[in-house]
């Protein structure tokens, strides 16, 4: 049965967009929305409290994104923006059916999966928290559109929580990831694929490892990329030049989510406490 088309004439171009995640990485996607479209108001959500989701069980994960979800329909938000891999690996279609096409719901795997799988890339290599990777969906996803690219996921369940902790650019962070990079699962890559939004916050650690050997993805930018695309096609696009606002709410406010959200838009911004 043909897929009904989507109708979102019931929303305005003036409505905010929200974003979701368990705690900072999420932020590396608002920065990219932020630079992107920068005439449109973000309301962005942490679950900070409950970090890391790579961690918990799949029944956990689905209630804790259902509820954000919840909570960014009441703040009248144009769209969802799921920037979390993990609630992505094991909550998109209970976020989807809850929204029951209210808004558009743009998740980070399903649109970094469709670019890989269409440019030149053969061995591809994916790190990720154990729940995302334990849901193969970025193999699925991948292979749905090329079924000849190979691809090989690790799980690097440290890397969020010393990321959250602020190690970045310490010897910490540094031995961790050539641990987890010099596995062999990881080894005749030719593209690696940053499966955690927190993980582009330690990019240049990953891009330094490899030197020119591994073209590492910015999912961040292309799922930026489909959201404008999206927002486009339905006439949802704010076209107005105005001062954007941006509101942040966190079930737990944290040092590192204040220094990072400060260093990505400004220092006037402020936190708001939200427990769902």
Same mark, same amino acid.
């Given at each position: 049965m043909k897929k009904k088309k989507a109708d979102y004439t019931h929303l305005s171009a003036n409505q905010p967009i929200g974003i979701f995640d368990s705690g900072v990485g999420g932020l590396t996607v608002a920065?990219?929305?932020? &630079?992107?479209?920068?005439?449109?108001?973000?309301?962005?959500?942490?679950? +900070?409290?409950?970090? *890391?989701?790579?961690?918990? $069980? &799949? %029944?956990?994960? #689905?209630?804790?994104? @259902?509820?954000? @979800?919840?909570? !960014?329909?009441?703040?009248?938000?144009k769209a969802i923006v799921i920037a979390c891999n993990t609630a992505t690996a094991n909550a998109l279609q209970e976020v989807q059916a809850l929204v029951a096409d209210r808004v558009p719901v743009i998740d980070v795997i399903n649109p970094v999966a469709e670019k890989v799988s269409y440019e030149i890339h053969n061995n591809v290599g994916v790190i990720a928290t154990k729940a995302t990777v334990n849901s193969g969906l970025y193999k699925k996803s991948i292979r749905k559109h090329n079924k000849f690219i190979k691809v090989d996921e690790l799980a690097? *369940?440290? !890397? #969020?929580?010393?990321?959250?902790?602020?190690?970045?650019?310490? *010897?910490? @962070?540094? $031995?961790?990831?050539?641990?987890?990079? =010099?596995? =062999?699962?990881?080894?005749?890559? %030719? @593209?690696?694929?940053?499966?955690? +939004?927190?993980? *582009?916050?330690?990019?240049? %650690?990953?891009?330094?490892?490899?030197?020119?050997r591994v073209r590492v993805i910015d999912s961040p930018n292309i799922v930026a990329n489909q959201l404008k695309m999206i927002l486009d096609k339905h006439h949802l696009l704010n076209e107005e030049n105005h001062q954007s606002t941006y509101q942040f709410f966190l079930s737990d406010i944290t040092k590192n989510f204040e220094k990072i959200s400060k260093?990505?838009?400004?220092? $006037?911004i402020d936190l708001e406490l939200k427990v769902l």
């Open positions: 920065k990219e929305i932020k &630079r992107l479209l920068p005439n449109e108001d973000l309301i962005y959500f942490g679950d +900070t409290k409950h970090l *890391p989701y790579g961690e918990k $069980s &799949r %029944e956990a994960i #689905v209630g804790y994104s @259902t509820k954000i @979800t919840n909570f !960014l329909l009441e703040q009248n938000c690097t *369940p440290l !890397l #969020v929580p010393a990321i959250e902790e602020g190690f970045k650019n310490h *010897p910490i @962070t540094h $031995s961790i990831i050539y641990n987890y990079l =010099s596995n =062999s699962k990881l080894k005749n890559i %030719e @593209t690696l694929i940053l499966g955690c +939004t927190h993980y *582009p916050l330690l990019i240049d %650690e990953i891009k330094q490892y490899y030197g020119n260093k990505f838009f400004g220092k $006037s």
